[in-house]
């Protein structure tokens, strides 16, 4: 005779499959929630890993802008000329609203408005250093052609010695400059770099230069 089932044991059967699914339905919930807290992590990773890059770019970025002026400031014969801006690098764009590598443009005046105001800030008078654009441009063009792919765009301003007090920022009587250099990346993102150099002792008309102090600006 085939075996009877009674009401008791199907409803049991029944409550046992409706806890199994219910409990599937659970772990696959929780399975999926893990699943999407590892994708936010790792993305979330990337994303801090690729704006360390980012960042890492300008600050080399800057220091390369740097760099390359000094190249010129410590060729000059005169830092006069270099201060009232009679001598300028030979990596400069004569564009003052350049299109960055990245996108959009940049008011190079601004910066320097920017820039002059904060100085300004820190104390008025004669003595009080006037910044002018010395080099800009983008970091690829500084190592040529197809040699380095960055959207740095790159500025460098010179400035008499804070510390001189002939009364002139035009001229210079201390053998003391300073040197500002700023990478501008995408999205806006900046690191700029504060130098300061003077002569080495060389007589007047041949190079010669040290570097006093070289530090990022916060």
Known sequence: ??????????????????????????????LSAV??????????EAAIAAS?????ELFYAAEAGVSRALTDVRAAA?????????????FLDPS?????????????????????????????GPNTPRWR?????PLRDIAGPGAVDSSAYLVVWVADDIAETDGNPA????????????AVGSGGRTRTLDVTVARA??????????????REVR
């Open 1 to 30: 005779m085939p075996r009877m089932t009674r009401r008791g044991d199907f409803f049991q059967a029944g409550a046992d499959h409706g806890t199994a699914l219910v409990l599937v339905l659970l772990a696959t919930v929780l």
């Open 35 to 44: 699943g999407g807290a590892l994708t936010i992590s790792s993305n979330t």
């Open 52 to 56: 360390f890059r980012a960042d890492d």
């Open 78 to 90: 005169r830092w006069d000329d270099v201060l009232s801006g009679a001598l300028v690098s030979s």
């Open 96 to 124: 003052q609203r350049p299109t960055l590598p990245a996108g959009g443009t940049l008011d190079v005046r601004a910066l320097t408005r920017q820039l002059q105001a904060t100085t300004n800030a820190q104390g008025g």
């Open 133 to 137: 654009i010395f080099a800009s441009g």
């Open 171 to 182: 001229a210079d009587t201390n053998g003391v400059l300073m040197i500002r250099g700023e």
């Open 201 to 214: 002792g060389a007589p007047p008309g041949q190079a010669g230069l040290r570097v006093m102090s070289w």
